[in-house]
């Protein structure tokens, strides 16, 4: 540590992660530069642990979550910041040390925004939905190569996995098709990889289930129409334990990305189609759910259903399913905040 430093105590301190070099730049409580150096992977704990207790800033990017946790054992107050909110403090070119000075400068805004820490248990849940999302991914591409292939030898499947799952078997056991044994054989290595895909896909939805079941807030957020495990479990690993950070339920909605843009000027308002900013992932999970929903409102008569009901009556089926989904983001932040179900037949949250 410099003689300046020793002199004037660091209390911001901007940190530019990577893989293997970490750039620091730290601040006093004026926001005058006391440090600016790099270190690499094994020196950035023992440098961090030495230093006096500060509030440290990073980047929500890849680890960040990791050391903001390790960051926080060792006495300091960390804060994450997205990276489109550091962007405007950059200067001039980007490199390393430019991008931590504009984390420590980010950091000491007033009005800014930051990224709740997740804890191990909900980065857990969240690697569980990714690992997830991208066995689907890869079963839907294996079952769209095997459509495309058995049509080039005029074998023609209806879209669908149940289609190609149930006539796939049988095409294999028709000896009259002309398929040549040499594809046959790779073609039933194709239906192997699909069938574990499928394995794949049932073991993640069994975990995810398991852990909705024990947990009791995942519990009371599936008493919410259109909210089952996975997009309760969702909900937990991206809002955690303390949905207070968020301002209420509409931050909540805006966060997914479930409010129109807003193109104003001049005194006019001009609102546009939805954001889409944040986790595209639970949006989608709760737009899956809405129009699950609205599916089936017509026979219900819950306060919930009719107001749905009347939605659809009047807007168009997409615009009925967004608000719906808005609606199901405000329902789960009141739900989460207070620690209690939802009664549908009410609308309200039921009482301890």
């Not at 980065?123 to 190569?145: F, G």
């Not at 996975?230 to 931050?251: C, F, I, Q, W, Y």
């Not at 949006?283 to 009901?309: F, P």
Request: aromatic content about 6%; overall charge positive.
């Amino acid at each position: 540590m410099t003689e300046r430093s020793k002199e004037q105590p660091i209390t911001f301190v901007g940190i530019d992660l990577a893989k293997r070099s970490f750039h620091l730049f730290g601040a006093d409580a004026a926001g005058r530069k006391v440090l600016s150096k790099t270190l690499t992977r094994a020196r950035l704990p023992g440098f961090i642990a030495q230093l006096p207790p500060c509030t440290i800033a990073m980047e929500a990017c890849g680890s960040a979550h990791d050391w903001a946790r390790r960051f926080r054992d060792a006495g300091h107050a960390v804060r994450l910041i997205a990276p489109q909110f550091v962007k405007p403090f950059v200067k001039s070119n980007k490199n390393d040390a430019a991008d931590a000075e504009a984390i420590c400068e980010a950091l000491q805004r007033p009005g800014m925004r930051f990224v709740a820490i997740k804890s191990v248990e909900q980065q857990d849940i969240q690697s569980i939905h990714r690992m997830r999302s991208l066995a689907v991914d890869r079963r839907t591409a294996q079952v769209n190569q095997i459509r495309g292939l058995l049509l080039e030898y005029g074998i023609e499947i209806a879209q669908g996995r149940a289609c190609v799952q149930r006539r796939l078997p049988q095409i294999l056991e028709d000896a009259s098709n002309g398929l040549s044994g040499r594809f046959r054989a790779e073609l039933q290595g194709l239906y192997d990889e699909l069938q574990h895909l499928n394995a794949r896909v049932a073991h993640y939805d069994a975990q995810l289930e398991q852990i909705a079941q024990e947990s009791e807030q995942a519990r009371n957020l599936m008493t919410i129409p259109g909210i089952a495990a996975k997009g309760a479990t969702a909900l937990l690993a991206a809002v955690g334990e303390d949905p207070s950070l968020l301002k209420n339920g509409r931050g909540l909605a805006a966060w997914l990305g479930l409010v129109p843009r807003q193109h104003s000027t001049g005194g006019k308002a001009r609102l546009l189609g939805i954001s889409k900013r944040g986790d595209c992932y639970l949006r989608q999970l709760l737009i899956h759910g809405a129009r699950a929903v609205l599916r089936h409102t017509d026979r219900k008569d819950d306060a919930h259903s009719r107001w749905a009901t009347a939605l659809k009556a009047r807007r168009h089926s997409n615009v009925a399913v967004v608000a719906l989904a808005n609606k199901l983001a405000r329902i789960a932040y009141a739900v989460m905040l207070s620690g209690r179900p939802y009664d549908p037949n009410t609308g309200l949250i039921t009482a301890a």
